[in-house]
C-alpha cells in the first residue's frame, strides 16, 4: 500500500482495473478479488477520503473523485492503458462523479449497488443508521460491523473488510453527500460505457435501476443492466463470480 492508502496487486502492462470500495470500509475489501483477478489483471484499489488509511480526513464526494482520479492516473502510468473502474455502493457513485466529470479517463465502468437517490424515507433510514453507528463509540461500532460482514459475507471477504478497519464518522458525512448529489444527473451525465450490477435482493438499490439505466442510455451511451445473486454486498458473497463478472465487464468494453 501507498502512503495515500492506494493498495496495488500485479504489475507490468496487464490491463488495468480500479476497484473502488463501498461507504465505512476500505480499499481490503478487494483483497480477495485481486487474489482471483491478478496476474491477468493490474488491479488497484483507493481508500477514499475518511476511510482506511485516509480516515483521519473528511469524507466530500469532490475529494473522493480526487483520489478516484489520482488512482486512474498512476494506473495508467504503469500500463499505458484506461482502466476499467468498479465500485461497489458508495464506490459506485464515486465512480460515476468522476467519470462525469473525466469522461476520456477511463474505458468503462462496473457500477454495483449504486442505482438509488438518498432521499424520503431511504434518506432518513441512512441517517439512522449513521448516527447510530457514531453513539455506539469506536469499539462497539467496530464489533458490531464485523458481526454483520461474518454474517452476510464469506469468511475470506468478512476478514479482507475487518481488517481495514471500518470509518465510523465517514458513515454520516458520505450519507449528507449523498443526500446532496443529483446522483441521477450524474448517471445522465456519463459518457463511459457502463454496466449496472445489483444483487437480485438488493430491492432498496433496485428500485430506481430502470431510471439510472434510461439516463445513461438517453446521452446515446452503452449501458447495461444485470442482476447477480445475493443482497447489496453480493461481491463480497461470492467473490469468484465477482470475479468473473469483472473479467466479463472487461471482455465486453469496446476496443482502443
Known sequence: MTGSGLRVFGGGTAAAVVMVHGIRVSSSMWLPHARRLTPDFRVSAP??????????????????????????????????????????????????????????????LLVCGSTARARGLKALAYTAAARLDERRGEERGAAANARLFRRHTTPECAEAVIAGGFARHAFGQAVLELRRVDVLGLAARLRTPTRFVNGRRDLPFRLEEGAFLRAVRAAGTPAHLAHAPGSHLFPLQDPDAFADLVRDAHAGLPAL
Open 47 to 108: 481508500d477514499l477520503p475518511g476511510h482506511g488509511a485516509l480516515r483521519g480526513g473528511t469524507f466530500t464526494l469532490a475529494a473522493a473523485v480526487g483520489e478516484l482520479d489520482a488512482a486512474v492516473a498512476e494506473a495508467y502510468r504503469a500500463t499505458g492503458r484506461r482502466p476499467l473502474v468498479v465500485g461497489m455502493s458508495l464506490g459506485g457513485f464515486v465512480a460515476m462523479a468522476h467519470a462525469a466529470a473525466h469522461p476520456d479517463l477511463v474505458r468503462g
